[in-house]
């Protein structure tokens, strides 16, 4: 599971760096209706484009959400954004130690739909300078990209 969980990741981290936001006409009617389906609650989307795939954000109550789909309706990933005090023990602790001259400015959980794995990213930021960091819930490092600013 190890094996699939970092290029799934690797690409997910990819992609955000190349998003391009969409009207919802251009989304192709298959990732709509998977969206639909999955998110009929869900106020205020907005799509972008990544790399042959589909992001939609969201709102769903009071959560800010994403969803990756691809282009024939499948679901990817879901991402639940949530306030850095909630971010597993583990976690804050690695940030603490590893980043403590970083602010941590957002963060999210990350649900895999293949496999149901999750992960933790955390927004830091320093000298103006963003970067989202990727944790299992161990608080072990899984990937870092640096974001332009």
Known sequence: MKKILLPVLLAALSLTAQAQTIPAAKVPAAAVAAFKKAHSNAKEVK???????????????KDEMSVVITPTGTLLETETELPVSQLPAPVRTTLASQYSSYKVT?????VTAATGA???????????????????????????ASEAQ
């Open 47 to 61: 799509w972008e484009k990544e790399d042959g795939n589909y992001e939609a954000g969201f709102k769903q109550g």
């Open 106 to 110: 957002e963060a999210a959980k990350i």
């Open 118 to 144: 999750t992960t933790y990213e955390a927004e830091v930021s320093k000298a103006g300078k963003k970067r989202d960091v990727l944790f299992n819930a161990d608080g072990k490092e899984v990937k870092k």
